[in-house]
């Protein structure tokens, strides 16, 4: 993998909040309700996405 293909990850401003609402249907933890809000951001979704890729190809890329 070259340095020009790396994506940067996202940095979002200092304070920022996400938007997040629980579920009606039962109790959900804050941590909980956090995550599945943030799954929802495509900047965050990609960046997971990449870095799973990247863990997967990466013993294949390093010789045993």
Known sequence: MKFKEILKSPVFPLGY??????RKDGYESDVTV???GMQQDERILQDQRFAWERWRADGQLTPK
Not at 17 to 22: D, I, K, L, P, T
Request: glycine share 0%; net charge positive; charged share 55%.
């Open 17 to 22: 909040r996400w938007r997040f609402e629980r």
């Open 34 to 36: 956090l995550v599945r």
